[in-house]
């Protein structure tokens, strides 16, 4: 299924690495040797650079804090990279997906209408801009290259370091015409959750905008009838928010106490 | 209408009608108020306790005499938090917690899971043989007994009470091998990134012979016992109808799909666990009705049968291979055994870490309190589950934690199909319709 297999002795190697390899190795003008020489053996290759893509960062290590970090590891300050957009070639079908679809936005003067395409492990990914992403769904479930009729439903995600771009709904799109998968992926500030519904072009949407409505409070515009699916009716807030505590009470047994799950230390 | 005063329901008048709490045995008195008002149209809260709803699943329908106008299905009285609760857990014992979604099919859960969440450690390649053939047995023998259950409520519903006890009659000897494989009936767990929980235990092989060997003689009972049934077939020929268009447009996948008479399984399409390997058929039926669907069901158990037989074959050359990724550092580090006191880690384990190797008491610490890192980003890996392409969105930011787990569950999707399925028919075949779609409401509320 994935494009970018390697050999497992690669399998330590960054994936972007991998990809551009495997990419040059399609294209015919890439070595294929097993292993790289020595220069660009990938520990002496520094990290690619490009649009790095932080969405938080991860303080200290073992979860403790203040005077009780002993570890000398607590101004230990990492960034969550998320995979960064790829370069042509994406490899495989990726580029005539992104062809078709490339082409027809040209045809329809919406060429920003995609921000970025991540490949990544073999599934390739489309930022789709909020605003236009009613015609591109309905230009992929309907063009004949690119005919993907199936919509599993939409997840929705809550980034809430992701400055600007904190919720973000993502989409997985089949198409059984050609056998592809792709993911559609569009990003909204908190401030203004609002995301236009897909339900008039994949109507199987219904219930999963209700649910991703219910559990993150993403507004979907143009859902015939947006409320909770999942939570009762009257529920105050969204649970799958990460602002929203998980909650429980502390287990006692035997005179000991267990904090619940979500103020238990933990590894960050 | 009896006296008991009933303080969650309470008969009287609101702004919507006139209420009526039905009990039972009080038909009588519901038509004859019913006969005083002018209006014909009636509201019916079927469930969510209703024996033939299938859990605890709340119908809305609005009745003119005995056909159902409109349909609403009322969701969520099983919600509890599975996929809030797995962002606070490590990236195995996550496995623990989705397995309890839809439990009539607990190995596709983990198995959907697994499979992200090896995608995202870019392992899918180093899973061992016999794991991946673990794998497989023990998913098709869970669409058996998913299968057995489907055919057994949906048979009790229309009054079949022989189809509901041979149902589960054949369903316990499937959970008897998952007890004896994994120890549990069900809530197994068994699935782990990077493999399989532990190595099949001895005599398994000879056990799951015997099953398939009785199978073969118990699966034609069913077909002898409702094919050309003319009660069956009456209240199941041309019962929620739903062609190609509709399921495509709805996003029903697995059993309804394919009895519109399109073959498509993620097993053959898109496959997964090495399905490419094994021989079998994708099972159609061109009627796109509850009577196609049962055939359906029928068909892919001896289609399960046959990967089970070929996964025995394969099992009993691979005795002794690792069931478990070679990476230490993944790898779940228990060996279990069984002691004078129950199974619990292996002593040769405890001596190995404790006496032998200190990278092997670090490596156990490491994963059993901290537990793995997966690298920042995101899969889907559908799996053709007995409902339809059940798959997992798993979102990692590098941590030991899951950052986000949704399901996309075949039975949430295909429940959206009811009132398509039943509007404009009987009441009484809003029962099959929705038995035909096979709903678990663990999988719907998660």
């Avoid at chain 1, 990290?47 to 230990?76: C, I, K, W």
């Avoid at chain 2, 009285?77 to 609760?85: A, C, D, M, R, S």
């Avoid at chain 2, 998913?139 to 009470?161: D, F, K, Y």
């Avoid at chain 2, 950052?403 to 809003?430: C, I, K, W, Y």
Wanted: aromatic content about 8%; proline content about 6%; glycine content about 10%.
């Amino acid at each position: 299924m994935s494009d970018d297999k390697s050999d497992k002795n690669e399998s330590a190697r960054p994936a972007e690495e991998r990809n551009l390899e495997t990419a040059k190795d399609e294209t015919g003008t890439g070595t294929g040797v097993e292993q790289p020489a020595p220069e660009q053996s990938p520990v002496n290759v520094p990290a690619p650079t490009g649009e790095v893509r932080a969405v938080g960062e991860r303080r200290g290590m073992f979860g403790v804090t203040g005077t009780g970090d002993t570890s000398g590891y607590g101004g230990l300050v990492s960034a969550t990279m998320f995979p960064t957009p790829s370069a042509r070639p994406y490899g495989g079908w990726f580029d005539e997906v992104s062809d078709a679809l490339e082409a027809r936005l040209e045809a329809t003067e919406l060429t920003s209408a995609i921000e970025s395409v991540v490949v990544h492990r073999g599934e390739i990914t489309f930022h789709v801009r909020r605003e236009d992403l009613p015609f591109v769904a309905q230009m992929l479930r309907d063009d004949e290259a690119l005919r993907f009729e199936f919509c599993a439903g939409v997840s929705g995600v809550h980034y809430p370091e992701d400055t600007g771009r904190e919720l973000h709904a993502v989409y997985h799109l089949t198409s059984m015409t050609h056998n592809r998968r792709i993911r559609v992926e569009v990003s909204v500030p908190d401030s203004d959750p609002h995301v236009p519904s897909l339900v008039s072009i994949y109507p199987t949407l219904d219930w999963h905008e209700r649910e991703t409505y219910d559990m993150f409070g993403l507004i979907f515009d143009g859902h015939p009838a947006l409320t909770r699916v999942l939570m009762p009716d009257d529920w105050p807030g969204h649970p799958q928010r990460k602002d929203y505590p998980l909650g429980g009470i502390p287990v006692e047994y035997k005179g000991g106490s267990i904090p619940p799950p979500d103020q238990r230390r933990s590894y960050n | 209408m009896t006296t008991e005063q009933d303080f969650y329901a309470a008969p009287g008048d609101t702004s919507q009608g006139r209420v009526f709490t039905v009990t039972g045995q009080d038909w009588d008195s519901v038509t004859q108020s019913i006969g005083e008002s002018a209006e014909e149209r009636v509201v019916v809260n079927m469930g969510p306790q209703h024996p033939s709803t299938h859990g605890v699943l709340r119908l809305i329908l609005e009745l003119e005499g005995e056909t159902v106008t409109e349909a609403r299905c009322g969701i969520g009285y099983l919600h509890t938090g599975i996929e809030k609760n797995m962002e606070y857990r490590s990236w195995v014992q996550g496995v623990t917690f989705c397995t309890r979604m839809d439990y009539l099919s607990p190995f596709y859960n983990e198995a959907t899971y697994v499979l992200g969440v090896e995608r995202l450690l870019d392992i899918e390649d180093d899973i061992p043989e016999k794991a991946q053939v673990m794998r497989v047995l023990l998913m098709e023998l869970n669409r058996m007994s998913s299968h057995l259950v489907a055919i057994a409520t949906g048979g009790m519903e229309i009054g079949a009470l022989t189809v509901m006890t041979i149902g589960f009659r054949e369903r316990e000897l499937v959970l008897d091998l998952f007890e004896l494989i994994t120890g549990l009936r069900m809530n197994h767990a068994f699935i782990r990134p990077g493999g399989v929980a532990q190595d099949l235990p001895p005599g398994a092989l000879d056990e799951i012979r015997d099953f398939i060997a009785l199978m073969k003689k118990r699966l034609p009972e069913y077909a002898a016992l409702c094919n050309a049934n003319p009660i069956f077939k009456g209240r199941l020929e041309g019962v929620g109808h739903l062609d190609l268009a509709g399921c495509m447009a709805l996003g029903l996948t697995g059993p309804v799909l394919r009895s519109t008479g399109y073959a498509w399984d993620l097993r053959k399409t898109q496959p997964y666990c090495g399905y490419e390997d094994y021989d079998f058929e994708v099972q159609t039926w061109d009627t796109a009705d509850s009577y196609g669907r049962f055939r359906i069901r029928l068909n892919e158990m001896w289609e399960s049968l046959k990967i089970v037989e070929q996964c025995a074959d394969r099992l009993a050359g691979l005795e002794g291979a690792p069931v478990m990724v070679g990476d230490k550092k993944i790898a779940w580090p228990s060996q279990l055994a069984i002691g004078s006191d129950g199974m619990g880690n292996s002593l040769d384990h405890i001596r190995h870490i404790m006496g032998e190797s200190m990278e092997a008491l670090i490596h156990h610490f490491k994963l059993v309190t901290e537990g793995f890192r997966v690298p920042a980003g995101q899969a889907y890996v559908p799996i053709e589950s007995p409902r339809g392409e059940l798959g997992a969105h798993v979102v990692s930011d590098g941590g030991t934690r899951p950052f986000r787990a949704h399901f996309r569950d075949p039975s949430f999707t295909n429940l959206q199909a009811t009132s398509v399925m039943s509007e404009g028919g009987m009441v009484a075949d809003v029962i099959v319709a929705i038995a035909s779609i096979d709903p678990v409401m663990g999988g719907v509320d998660r």
